[in-house]
């Protein structure tokens, strides 16, 4: 453990601050630490930089039409980590590419105002494009997630919570299956522990035990606005987690809420305050898929090294589920 702390963080390494619409995001490169190291390696970083809610590990694509692959611990799908990586790589596309050498830098379109990002992710089978507009400290970011084709939704799945009977939509797909659950018919959960039991009894009563992430999102409208409270269980480390902001939950709560037809883009606010958009293009036929993609913004907040200043958030919090 002590040389891996070492690789970690020592000058070989690259460790990036991301802020992708709410939620504290690490993206880490280091070609000689190989997967199975990547669990310690997150552990190791969030012992150092509490603060981060998330990460992701860059990689070499598989895929030629690929920059780079982005690689979660436990091979879950994670949007805003995948839309972090793009535009960190459109900044480093821009200012210095010999930091990542391994990346296609050539597959990387450019635009008079916006950078084209095409990028292999876990839990994704595809190459998603992502397109990123440059500003100065912050960044959007839209995110091509999926064709409504690699999607299934089951609609009002019946579920009981605390010894009530509730129904709720379940969006799965590769890498992550979403639970949505209104707050209009069921209890507000404000304590975690109560969260967490409530992820446990999700989990065994849905069946939902092959998925390597499983989220579970309160949700609510007010007026034409939306707004989410997202939890997340981790089969890679067998732990949950309240979220401060979830591309994937934002992404699913629109997929179940679409009426097949319109086009106009969703917005969903996070628990950060701040909003993702999703955009639904419908396919011209029924054997036409749709399309979906994610904008918001990404801040990159810099390397970190010795010079660098820690932002001051809440702290990651998790708990081991006990079955």
């Known amino acids: 453990m002590e040389d891996l702390y070492c690789s970690v963080f020592d000058e070989s390494s690259l460790l990036f601050d991301c802020y992708p619409g709410g939620n504290d995001t690490f993206i880490f490169c280091n070609r000689s630490v190989p997967r199975t190291g990547y669990k310690q390696v997150q552990t190791l970083i969030r012992g150092r930089y509490?603060?981060?809610?998330q990460g992701g590990f860059l990689e070499r694509a598989r895929s030629h039409a690929a920059v780079a692959r982005v690689q979660m611990v436990s091979g879950d799908f994670s949007p805003n980590t995948t839309r972090s990586a793009a535009a960190l790589l459109a900044d480093l596309f821009c200012k210095d590419q010999s930091l990542v050498p391994f990346a296609r830098w050539q597959r990387i379109g450019v635009d008079r105002e916006c950078v084209s990002v095409p990028l292999e992710a876990s839990g994704s089978r595809d190459v998603l494009q992502a397109i990123v507009w440059p500003g100065?400290?912050?960044w959007q970011v839209e995110l091509e997630l999926m064709r409504a084709s690699g999607v299934r939704i089951a609609r009002q799945?019946?579920?009981?919570?605390?010894?009530q009977e509730y129904r709720c939509d379940v969006v799965m797909r590769a890498g992550i299956a979403q639970v949505l659950i209104c707050e209009d018919h069921t209890p507000v959960v404000e304590s975690r522990l109560a969260v967490f039991r409530h992820i446990v009894a999700v989990r065994k009563q849905l069946g939902l035990f092959s998925h390597p992430a499983v989220g579970v999102c309160w949700?609510?409208?007010s007026g034409e606005k939306l707004s989410i409270r997202p939890a997340l269980y981790l089969s890679g480390n067998d732990t949950c987690s309240k979220e401060t902001a979830s591309g994937s939950a934002a992404v699913a709560?629109?997929?179940?809420?679409?009426?097949?037809?319109s086009r106009g883009a969703v917005c969903v606010t996070q628990p950060s305050g701040e909003e993702l958009r999703v955009r639904i293009?419908?396919?011209?036929t029924g054997a036409c898929p749709s399309r979906v993609f994610l904008l918001g913004p990404v801040k990159l907040r810099g390397e970190l090294n010795s010079s660098y200043c820690e932002v001051p958030q809440q702290s990651y919090a998790g708990l081991r589920l006990v079955q």
């Open 50 to 53: 509490p603060h981060f809610e």
């Open 136 to 138: 100065a400290s912050e």
């Open 157 to 163: 799945a019946p579920l009981i919570l605390d010894g």
């Open 219 to 221: 949700w609510k409208r």
């Open 253 to 261: 709560l629109a997929l179940a809420l679409h009426d097949g037809h």
């Open 281 to 284: 293009q419908p396919g011209i």
